[in-house]
């Protein structure tokens, strides 16, 4: 049978390898519009740090048995009833017409910037998710100053990122904290003192209106008439998916803009699946459709689709929404769900933040971690972590999205038992810790026959 | 109610911490031959490496309301069916007698020398377990060489440390191979490689039988009759559980020589726990009782066995003995059963391992990381994980450990979703690809219809 998958880039990368790996006998040919196959567009932030050269971040075409991989190639219908699509060909401008006996729809998210933003001018103002995104950026760094709009992760890192390579930086958040979908007000704090400690101006609570003016000299204009100057401006206002082809297609998508999929990542349409950015998955902790927009969903749900499109019965757990950002001296991150959305969710949260030190202070550069827990009142079950450290904060957060995906209590958190070597953690663990104190927080709450004050 | 615990180690502060947060009104007694109350154990090794000093290692007597930590008291004796014990006050020599509604026996382990090896002389002869015997060591390392017997996580750790020092170094196995108790074949060739390279001479499938001579000069002589001569000698010939005043009690022993206890850390008298090295402990994988003479195990051991002294109702899960050594370059550890283990348990192991780049590869510094996984053949139960690399071991074997504790297959560590960020992982985590590869071993054995050759 031939598979067909749309988009070379993380999910899409992944279907193909699940479908060549399953042990049926299935071609894989994989079309994607890029010139080059596949790239890493989270290594991007840092290129633009100085970290890894840009160059670096573009892959040559993966080649296996059974594989094809057609780049400059732009699918521009699909026909679901006849399984065949139609591409260009972007090099010759011809036409490309492809049967296939099941399709992986990867096609990715791209950039969103809000309708209450108007852009005037665009010369000096970007965004950041492609490699000749980055070489734009880089290359407008000599202009000395940059406006980052948009408070969450990207904008986060490229702000950080530009401070790093010496810029004058100021980032701008419509609400009074970085990373509200991200974090808590406690954890966004610990961010907010780190950016300002290296250097980085932030405009907290400030809603961007208006952008103008060209390269060199670019002005943002905030809801209350404030302009701030810069050399240039990134757009970090998130991503959407990029489902117009699905849409085309009569393919259902879902409230959230992403192709409706089940747990097996199929798509409305006979044959056709859908993973990475373009899906709306299920969020494992609310069970609700969410967009994930997450490298690392993205290679789980690519994996799952190619599995299926091959004759597999793969189902997909549903994502915890892992995420973490370094920022040098600060990582931060988290899994599942803030105790701000799970009160959203009506899951009545409780809710510890402890900060512990990372291992015996006698050690040099013993640092502190932060760790939020979030669970549900009642049995426990964990359903968000928090943390923020300088060190080992991605070793927690895996541990934590292992426990949030598999339904743990914060109570099973106590039984975990750690690798343990001073030199490296304490014999507490953070994790420990802060199951204690939400343990002692439920403890009071039932004493009380009622949630304790926050 | 009063709980008394005998031992300040880690198991006996977790107990004494757990009483006293139980709830209920209850005051704790800590009684501890030491002339302090509590030190870092696991920190004497980098005492001698230099990393830290060793008088950072000993710790203030613990406070809190209803906690009393004697100090410079050993107890001599408990009358179970009294619930009163008598000890000696070794600073004045007087008696003290002592009651108790409930008893948690922490008395630890003690360096274990095997029959088979005399000691003939014993002023530069040293075994490591309190900060007295790292000073002791310490002050012999200007004699310039030392020979370390046994190559356990131990010997390995003492031998890598002295040699960080500038000594010769040599380390005797009885095995042909290092760490043989606690990695497999694969596993062990990397340490050794290591080992060897940082300029530790190894003597593997050597059983040293005596050891003669006075600091300066000591001679260890192996059942083939050949002689490792150094200034001093260090036995690293494992640990036992010092449970005399426990046999003494009538408390009844299991077959390893630890005080046998049921899931709630209840030993066979009425109202008398036992937690940390001193206790026998399930091993979650086999469901048998195993000594795991470990710093995270005699943590929660002794938690749960502190919660149960105070009236509460906890159980222990069994433990995985997660276990880490820090040599700088490497980092090795392991979680649950070997796959020779598993093999002599009758499990009928599946095991793959594979070398992964630890982050993509143009980030500088990046490294690799070997990760072994053995699951059950069948369902792919996930019974054991082995790594080494030079960073981030300890968090791959904190999710590897919170996996097997709860019984997760090898095709469920795929829907594990990590943190992701290229400057700290890759996005195809080392667990995956370790997963991905027993997977298609179990399949491969499927088509045929029988296991695979190694």
């Known amino acids: 049978m031939r598979v ?4 070379c880039g993380v999910a899409g990368a992944a279907a193909a390898r699940a479908a060549l790996a399953s042990g049926g006998r299935c071609s894989v040919l994989v079309l994607e519009k890029r010139r080059y196959a596949a790239y890493h567009p989270c290594s991007l932030i840092d290129a633009i740090a100085g970290d890894v050269p840009l160059s670096a971040l573009v892959e040559g075409t993966p080649g296996a048995a059974g594989l094809e991989v057609r780049t400059a190639t732009l699918v521009e219908e699909v026909d ?17 017409e492809v049967e296939y006996d099941a399709l992986v729809l990867a096609t990715g998210s791209k950039p969103h910037v809000p309708r209450g933003l108007r852009v005037e001018d665009s010369s000096g103002v970007f965004t950041l998710k492609t490699v000749e995104d980055a070489e734009r950026i880089l290359s407008a760094c000599k202009h000395g100053s940059a406006v980052v709009v948009g408070g969450g992760p990207v904008g986060v890192e490229v702000a950080h990122a530009l401070r790093r390579r010496g810029l004058r930086v100021t980032l701008l958040e419509a609400l009074p904290r970085l990373l509200p979908g991200r974090l808590d007000a406690e954890l966004s704090r610990l961010v907010e003192d780190f950016l300002r400690a290296e250097g ?6 400030r809603a961007a209106v208006e952008v103008r003016g060209d390269l060199g000299d670019v002005a943002v204009t905030d809801s209350g008439g404030a302009t701030f100057r810069a050399g240039f401006v990134v757009l970090a206002t998130g991503f959407k998916p990029d489902a117009a082809l699905a849409r ?16 097996r990542m199929r798509a409305s349409g006979e044959a056709v699946y859908a993973a990475g950015d373009v899906a709306e998955v299920r969020n494992a ?18 994996r799952v689709a190619g599995a299926n499109a091959a004759g597999g019965d793969e189902a997909f757990r549903g994502a915890v929404r892992s995420w973490i950002v370094s920022l040098g001296g600060l990582r931060v991150g988290a899994v599942g769900l803030t105790e701000g959305e799970a009160a959203r969710e009506g899951l009545d949260p409780m809710a510890a933040t402890v900060t512990v030190q ?15 827990l979030v669970a549900e009142a009642g049995e426990g079950r964990l359903i968000g972590v928090q943390a923020a450290g300088r060190g080992g904060v991605d070793g927690l957060l895996n541990v934590a999205s292992l426990a949030v995906l598999r339904g743990a209590t914060v109570r099973d958190l106590l039984h975990f038992e750690h690798a343990y070597a001073p030199s490296l953690s304490d014999l507490h663990h953070p994790l420990h810790a802060a199951a204690e104190a939400v343990l002692r927080r439920m403890a009071h709450a039932r004493r009380q026959g009622a949630e304790p004050a926050a």
Chains 1, 2 share one sequence.
């Open 4 to 7: 067909v998958v749309v988009g």
């Open 80 to 96: 679901v009833g006849g399984r065949r699509l139609t591409a260009r060909d972007l090099r010759t401008g011809g036409r490309v």
């Open 200 to 205: 980085v101006e932030l405009a907290l609570g």
């Open 248 to 263: 085309d297609a009569g393919l259902e998508l879902g409230s959230l803009g992403g192709v409706r999929v089940d747990d």
């Open 285 to 302: 902790v609310t069970g609700k459709p969410m967009l994930a927009l997450s490298a690392s969903v993205a290679s789980i749900t690519g």
């Open 358 to 372: 990372e291992r015996p202070p006698f050690y040099p550069g013993a640092g502190w971690v932060t760790v939020k």
